[in-house]
């Protein structure tokens, strides 16, 4: 929740990719209820991608990205 927290403070947009190509916009909510429900019942987050737009919001989320 601390990292969806960070995502809503970043200005562009803060994309969730899988390994299968599918892209979720973190910022929508929406898509953050299907990353959620995806990250508790399977280990998407380990196979999946953060990808930043906004250089600038690394600052919000540099703790939670590699």
Do not use: H, W
């Not at 969806?4 to 979720?24: H, I, M």
């Not at 990353?35 to 703790?63: M, W």
């Amino acid at each position: 929740m601390e990292f969806l927290d960070a995502v809503k403070r970043c200005r562009g947009d803060v994309l969730f990719q899988t390994t299968e190509g599918d892209s979720l916009n973190l910022k929508s909510q929406l898509s953050e209820y299907i990353f959620l429900a995806s990250a508790l019942t399977n280990d998407i987050i380990q196979r999946g991608e953060i990808i930043i737009e906004n250089p600038a919001d690394l600052d919000y989320l540099e703790k939670y990205v590699d």
